[in-house]
């Protein structure tokens, strides 16, 4: 298994098991997407560029939050970003109205020479009101350059089906407490949005999945962090039950968040 598929904390299915996972959240942003795409040789930072002049204030206005836009550290061909709704039927009016609006008029085929593909899209939903990512924060102004150290990390999960109630007690009970411990805290947690997409024209992932996110003050922060956490032999005794309820390894996403990133910026 490579760095980016380390044993990992698997969130909760259903609202109501447990404390809240993330403090400080925003409930009136429950349902996000998180949006991953493949672009062109050396058109990462041109996409960027593009996205932080034209792309925020602009979906903001009809619905939208713009939760966060990434570089993928591992990958220099992918541009990773979050997009948050307050509910699915203001999810399908703000997605019509951007897309059919001035801005994505002018400058969508500028964004979409970037890309070679862009339907890598989960559709998630927080696992319960208070578990999502805090998105309170003062945004960068337009022409912002400075790059954030910070480091977040989005673990993302498959399974063959839904987990049970015996598995949210073993995460509970065992897995959050070494994760404490090793000052790793869960900043939100979700599962996949189980109603229909309702904007078709832009197509998500079906899979079932769980997502947890965290942030470190950088990347020596997570090597350092992490490399205590695989150390331990009560975390690994944990991950080991929990990886034995997974479709496939875990998908670890090292992300460094752009100038204008409301998400770790």
Request: hydrophobic share 45%.
């Amino acid at each position: 298994m490579n760095s980016r598929m380390v044993p990992s904390l698997v969130v909760l299915l259903i609202y109501g098991f447990g404390p809240p996972a993330a403090a400080q959240s925003s409930p009136e942003w429950p349902i996000i997407e998180l949006r991953q795409y493949t672009l062109r040789p050396a058109a990462r930072d041109v996409l960027i560029d593009l996205f932080e002049a034209k792309f925020v204030e602009s979906q903001e206005d009809v619905g939208m939050k713009i939760a966060g836009t990434f570089r993928d550290l591992d990958r220099p061909d992918r541009f990773v970003w979050l997009r948050a709704f307050n509910d699915m039927p203001s999810r399908a009016e703000a997605l019509n109205s951007f897309y059919s609006g001035p801005v994505w008029k002018a400058h969508g085929k500028a964004a979409a020479a970037t890309m070679i593909d862009s339907s890598n899209v989960l559709l998630l939903r927080v696992t319960r009101p208070q578990s999502g990512l805090a998105l309170t924060g003062t945004r960068p102004p337009q022409g912002a350059t400075t790059e954030p150290r910070a480091l977040i990390v989005v673990n993302i999960y498959s399974f063959e089906r839904a987990v049970d109630s015996a598995f949210v007690e073993l995460f509970e009970r065992a897995a959050v407490p070494e994760l404490n411990a090793a000052g790793i805290p869960v900043l939100a947690t979700y599962a996949t949005e189980t109603a229909a997409n309702n904007y078709p024209p832009l197509p998500i992932r079906t899979d079932c999945v769980f997502v947890w996110f965290t942030r470190f003050a950088d990347r020596a922060d997570y090597d350092s962090r992490m490399t205590a956490l695989r150390s331990s032999a009560r975390w690994n005794n944990v991950a080991a039950r929990l990886r034995s309820t997974l479709k496939s390894a875990p998908d670890v996403l090292l992300l460094q968040p752009t100038p204008r990133s409301l998400l770790g910026g």
